[in-house]
């Protein structure tokens, strides 16, 4: 979404809603599903070259699961409110690299299907929330932590 700096200069708050899509952005981990993040928000003329941004993302993002990577559904509601500084030879201001960033530094470090989820087993890589697997959980260990195996 791009804005032309001659008309913010003239308006004091412009208010904008649009969709951002997957195809528009670059440095995500998660993905968006197919209804993309509703932004809405204004810009406010501060001074000449300043803006108060302020807006809201509402989103569902999709992330693999840390245990057994099944697609995720997180609902996520971002706020973000930051000054932008714009150069006297700058025409246009682009709000994606900024929406980009807003997800970016929300986004979850972990991301569970559930709390109990089982995970894949180490050996076979089978899905452990659907089917139990015959592998040998202990069968292949270091002889050096014997001790540790008559913990269990």
């Given at each position: 979404m791009?804005f032309e700096?001659n008309?913010?200069?003239q308006?004091?708050?412009?208010?904008?809603e649009?969709?951002?899509?997957n195809?528009?952005?670059?440095?995500?981990?998660?993905?968006?599903d197919e209804n993309g993040?509703?932004?809405r928000?204004t810009?406010?003329?501060i001074s000449?070259g300043n803006?108060?941004m302020?807006?809201?993302?509402?989103?569902?993002?999709i992330f693999p699961c840390?245990r057994?990577?099944e697609p995720?559904?997180?609902?996520?509601?971002?706020?973000?409110t930051?000054?932008?500084?714009?150069?006297d030879?700058?025409a246009?201001?682009?709000?994606l690299?900024?929406?980009?960033?807003c997800i970016?530094i929300n986004?979850p470090?972990?991301?569970?299907?559930?709390e109990?989820?089982?995970?894949l087993c180490p050996?076979?890589?089978?899905?452990?929330n659907?089917e139990?697997?015959?592998?040998?959980?202990?069968g292949?260990?270091?002889?050096?932590?014997?001790?540790l195996?008559?913990?269990?």
């Amino acid at each position: 979404m791009n804005f032309e700096i001659n008309k913010l200069l003239q308006e004091k708050i412009i208010p904008f809603e649009f969709v951002v899509r997957n195809t528009d952005l670059n440095d995500i981990e998660g993905e968006l599903d197919e209804n993309g993040a509703l932004v809405r928000g204004t810009i406010e003329k501060i001074s000449k070259g300043n803006f108060l941004m302020t807006f809201t993302i509402e989103m569902t993002m999709i992330f693999p699961c840390a245990r057994c990577l099944e697609p995720t559904p997180i609902d996520c509601l971002y706020d973000y409110t930051d000054t932008v500084t714009v150069e006297d030879d700058e025409a246009i201001l682009d709000l994606l690299p900024i929406v980009e960033e807003c997800i970016y530094i929300n986004e979850p470090f972990r991301v569970l299907c559930s709390e109990d989820c089982a995970g894949l087993c180490p050996k076979c890589g089978n899905n452990l929330n659907h089917e139990q697997c015959e592998c040998d959980k202990f069968g292949d260990y270091d002889p050096r932590f014997e001790a540790l195996k008559n913990l269990l």
